[in-house]
């Protein structure tokens, strides 16, 4: 916005109070204390931050890269060999499936962790730019108790803890389960009309935005859910490197065990397909510091406010965008079923109109959009 300078815009100090059942008193504590942290009962603040950050992805790298590595391994010795990993008849091609559904889980993590490592990286050299915003934010105290580098590595590492876990199924079940290169496109139809779209996308979205609705509204009034599932995505500073879905590590991997989110029981190329591009997308969808990459122009144009929430208030728990399929008749206004909470919700608050002003002025309005911002808000 011309003429508009950070100065003028209004800070933004205070929480609703009931961003999570952690909270107390209005305040929000120190964030360290939330997510895995908890587990172990410290409540040493920021110092044991990058300490339990590093652990945790430390964890789930123990349980998934020796995994995947194991099955490339193995299976690439058994076919130097000349051997049948089962009685599968061999023009189903059962064990070149393996092998390609190994290399799509390599692809899959090197694809989104570079995109991940790019957003990390563009915020370390706009530090100065990412404080000043941050510093008129709920997440002021934060940046007083440890370095802002540390804090973007946090949110880093948090992400790649999620994708780790988030992709675990998947190992898993590729070294217990064979699928045939044969049948390959009869599985791909059945991935496609296991996603609903045969009813439109329409009904798809409001579906699974009911659904999110009621497992995001648990996620904050439930302490089990929000201190071992939920709390670790809100531990980390609001930028797109944080995202994986709306879960912690151990939030995706239970919601991808259940079949909550992308199926592992899905074929390969639908799994990798699907992982891939709904990561790359949570990312942009989770940038919320404007003027830094990815930008946050993609969700100013679909009115994403769940900015707001991770800018430390409870609403909107459901998706808090507004979709258009085209025509009018065919936008779905995804913020209305917080009226079910009974408080009720203005989406064009303060938090709203400051970080839209704030998108508007900091971001070149005449720059192409980029391929990430086209998947975004297609």
């Known amino acids: 916005m011309a003429g508009l300078s950070s100065r003028d815009l209004p800070r ?30 410290r409540r040493q603040g920021c110092c044991t931050t990058a300490r ?16 995947i590595s194991a099955s490339i391994v193995t299976h690439y010795w058994d076919a130097s060999l000349g051997l ?37 990286c563009s915020h370390l050299r706009h530090q100065p730019h990412v404080r000043r915003t941050l510093a008129r934010t709920g997440w002021k105290g934060q940046l007083k108790q440890a370095p802002l580098p540390l804090l973007l590595a946090h949110g880093w590492v948090t992400g790649i803890a999620a994708n780790l876990a988030a992709v675990m199924p998947w190992a898993a079940l590729l070294a217990v389960r064979e699928q045939s290169l044969l049948l390959l496109p009869v599985a791909i139809a059945a991935d496609l009309a296991c996603t609903g779209l045969h009813r439109g996308l329409r009904s798809v979205v409001e579906q699974t935005n009911v659904a999110f609705y009621r497992n995001h509204w648990l996620a ?11 709390g670790m995505h809100h531990d980390a500073l609001p930028f797109g490197a944080i995202a994986v879905g709306e879960e912690g590590a151990l939030g995706e991997l239970v919601r991808r065990l259940f079949a909550v989110e992308r199926n592992a029981f899905q074929s390969h190329l639908s799994l990798y397909h699907s992982s891939t591009e709904e990561m790359i997308k949570a990312m942009v969808w989770h940038q919320y510091i404007p003027g830094v990459f990815p930008y946050t122009r993609a969700n100013r144009l679909i009115g994403n406010h ?12 459901a998706f808090g965008s507004t979709l258009d399929f085209g025509t009018p008749q065919g936008a779905v206004e995804t913020t209305v079923l917080d009226a079910t909470e009974g408080d009720g919700y203005v989406p064009d608050n303060a938090t709203w109109r400051w970080w839209c002003a704030l998108s508007q002025q900091v971001e070149d309005a005449s720059r192409p959009m980029s391929w990430w911002e086209k998947r975004a808000i297609g």
Request: hydrophobic share 45%; with cysteine.
């Open 306 to 317: 769940h900015v707001e929430h991770h800018f430390l208030h409870m609403k909107p728990l």
């Open 220 to 230: 904050h009034h439930s302490n089990f859910h929000f201190v071992y599932l939920h």
């Open 52 to 67: 339990t950050a590093l652990t945790t992805c430390s964890c789930y790298a123990s349980f998934n890269l020796p995994l």
């Open 84 to 120: 049948q990993a089962s009685s599968t008849p061999f023009w189903h091609r059962a064990g070149t499936m393996r092998h390609a559904g190994a290399i799509l889980i390599l692809l899959h993590l090197l694809r989104t962790t570079i995109f991940r490592t790019r957003i990390f």
């Open 12 to 41: 933004l100090d205070g929480v609703d109070g009931a961003w999570s059942p952690l909270m107390r008193g209005g305040t929000v504590r120190p964030f360290a204390t939330h997510g895995l942290q908890a587990l172990v009962g």
